[in-house]
Each structure stands twice: as C-alpha cells, then as structure tokens.
C-alpha cells in the first residue's frame, strides 16, 4: 500500500480569501500527483496532473491561475484556491502517483466558501 | 475515447443477501480495471483491480468482480452484504494517455444495505 496525507480535511472560508490543501505521500515519492474535484452526489473529476519540478497540466476547462498547484518536492504537492468563492465550494482530492501499482488517495478535503 | 458507465445511481439490497454493483467500460486494447469504495467526507480506499489473469479477480472485504471481456463488464459482487458495506462505490480504468495512475472513474453507485 501507501501512506497518503492530505490536510485539512475540513476548511470554512470566506469569499475572497485562498485556500491551501497539502498533500503528502509519507512513504514513498511521487514525481506526479493528481488532483480531483468532486461534487455532492458526483463522481470525481481530474482537475490537473503535477509533476515534481515542473509546471502542472490542467484538464480543459480548469482555470489555471484559480487552482494553483505546487510539486517542490517528491513528497509534497499543495493545491491553492485563490480568491474562493462559493462555487469552488467542494471536495478535493489527492493522488500521488506510485509505478506499477493501485493508485492511492488522500483522505479528501471538504472545502466551503461562505 | 476511454470511459467507464455505471448505470445505477443507487443498489438497495437487505443484509446477507446478495449484491451487485455494475460497471461497463469502453477502452481501446486491454482494460486496467479497479474498483474504489468511498465512505462520507473521506477519500477513495482501493477494493480490487484486474489486470491481466483470472476473470475472477477477489479483493478486500469479502468483495470480487468479475472481468467479462465479450460483455465490456467489471461488475462488483458480494456473496452476504452487510449494513457497513454502505457507501459509495466507483468503477475507474487507467487512463492510457496520462500514465499509471491516472484514472477516469464512473459516475459512482451509492449501495444502501438494510438491516
């Protein structure tokens, strides 16, 4: 298996603000990372793929520079949602990418912009 | 273009009966088949997966699904289910343009076990 941590897992804020959601693999490294959305009742969606010093790609129809993600390390993915609004009120999901196995996931985090 | 279908939204069964979740699938080539349970407000806990092998593939909590190749099927199947298999569960095939990992999922089937 893996280990995979993904904090916070619950977070309330307010219209306009940023938000931070980490993911970590604690015990293996990833060089990609993939990051889902989920909506109530949905299923998940591919927001964007990181890799490990490189910029991230972004599914179509994903805003860039509203879902910022960072891959400094091997072990550490952050996706930013900046400027929330209500509408990025939703839950996401982690995935680092391990070769020649299942892929595994984060515990999820429920964002709410009120 | 790659997809997976789960045509029920929801499966309600009683405990120690029988259970089915569906899922079909459309990929070009051989299928990386998995299939996911997800309970409230948490993340995605990995069941089973077919590869390559046995069509019976069994996984973790008393779960198997069988791959039928003919009929582009994965169902999920559970010889006595219980009020605790309750959740979400998703039928997923890896992507083949982004690598492992990376996976298209269905749209999800809610399963309801009464006592």
């Known amino acids: 298996g893996a280990v995979v941590s993904q904090h916070p897992s619950r977070v309330i804020c307010k219209s306009g603000t940023s938000v931070k959601i980490e993911c970590r693999s604690l015990?293996?490294?990833?060089?990609?990372m993939f990051w889902y959305r989920q909506f109530p009742k949905k299923s998940l969606m591919l927001m964007a793929t990181s890799n490990e010093g490189s910029k991230a790609t972004y599914e179509q129809g994903v805003e860039k520079d509203k879902f910022l993600i960072n891959h400094a390390s091997l072990t550490l993915s952050t996706l930013t949602v900046t400027s929330a609004h209500p509408e990025d009120s939703s839950f996401y999901i982690c995935s680092p990418a391990k070769a020649n196995t299942e892929a595994f996931f984060g515990q999820g985090t429920r964002l709410t912009v009120v | 273009a790659q997809s997976v279908a789960q045509p029920e939204d929801q499966v309600n069964v009683a405990e120690g009966n029988p259970l089915t979740v569906k899922c079909t699938y459309s990929v070009s080539g051989n299928p990386y088949l998995f299939w996911y349970v997800q309970y409230p407000n948490r993340g995605l806990q990995f069941l089973l997966k077919?590869?390559?092998?046995?069509?019976l593939v069994k996984g973790s909590y008393g779960f198997e699904a069988e791959f039928n190749k003919s009929q582009t099927s994965f169902h999920l199947k559970k010889p006595s289910a219980l009020v605790s298999d309750s959740a979400l569960y998703f039928c997923?095939?890896?992507?083949?343009?982004?690598?492992?990992?990376?996976?298209?999922f269905g749209a999800g089937t809610r399963l309801a076990v009464h006592p």
């Open positions: 015990d293996f490294q990833a060089t990609t």
């Open positions: 077919y590869i390559t092998g046995d069509n």
């Open positions: 997923a095939v890896r992507d083949r343009t982004g690598g492992y990992n990376k996976l298209i």
